[in-house]
């Protein structure tokens, strides 16, 4: 079994959480992987090019693969899992499901009509340390994905904070309504979960002592 950590928008594979769990795994004697979703340019990413990015580092083969995701990296973890059979379990951090519905909501009709109209939008990137610029393609390519074909029995594990103001914990449990194979726990945590490690942590474990 492979572990892979998809990061967040605007951040990075040294994340406060990829380091944590890295930490983590780092005694047990497993690799997690934790690569750039940012590409080698940040103005060009779309959900297409970090989708790649994950099948780059996946390669060939036909070992199985269990994909923690953070966000818009748990939402690309799922549609990873649409698309790729290798997918044996999900592990998703405050997923960023229906993303672009409410990250287009947030801007507002004239920061997007904006964006439209001079093809990039100023997005404070926490790796980078300072502002970056997201090309408008990024809205066009995600009306090609739908994490709602998701119809698989794998396992899937959710954590969500009852307090996310980023992505409300409602689409969490739309997602695993009626689907049995899709535990979801909520804590009293925000968006970034960074208080709720200790939990992801218990959760994931015997996951790790499953594959050892």
């Not at 904006?114 to 990137?125: F, N």
């Not at 970056?132 to 899937?156: C, H, R, T, W």
């Not at 968006?191 to 939990?199: E, G, P, Y």
Request: net charge negative; hydrophobic share 45%.
């Amino acid at each position: 079994m492979r572990y892979l950590y998809l990061h967040g928008l605007a951040s990075g594979p040294s994340s406060s959480k990829a380091r944590y769990l890295q930490e983590k795994f780092r005694p047990l004697g497993i690799p997690l992987l934790c690569p750039d979703l940012n590409g080698s340019d940040f103005r060009t990413m779309t959900f297409t090019s970090q989708l790649a990015r994950v099948q780059e580092v996946l390669g060939g083969g036909v070992e199985p693969v269990t994909l923690l995701g953070s966000s818009l990296g748990g939402l690309m973890a799922v549609l990873t899992a649409i698309a790729d059979p290798r997918v044996a379990r999900l592990f998703l951090m405050a997923p960023a499901f229906k993303f672009m519905a409410i990250w287009l909501q947030h801007l507002g009709p004239q920061t997007l009509a904006q964006w439209r109209e001079t093809g990039v939008l100023e997005v404070y990137h926490y790796a980078y340390g300072c502002t970056a610029l997201l090309g408008y393609k990024m809205v066009e390519d995600a009306q090609n994905y739908d994490e709602d074909l998701f119809n698989y029995s794998i396992p899937v594990q959710i954590v969500h904070g009852l307090n996310d103001a980023v992505v409300p914990p409602a689409y969490s449990v739309a997602f695993a309504q009626d689907r049995p194979n899709i535990q979801l726990t909520l804590v009293p945590d925000d968006h970034s979960l960074l208080a709720s490690m200790d939990t992801v942590w218990d959760l994931l474990l015997p996951w790790l002592a499953q594959s050892s």
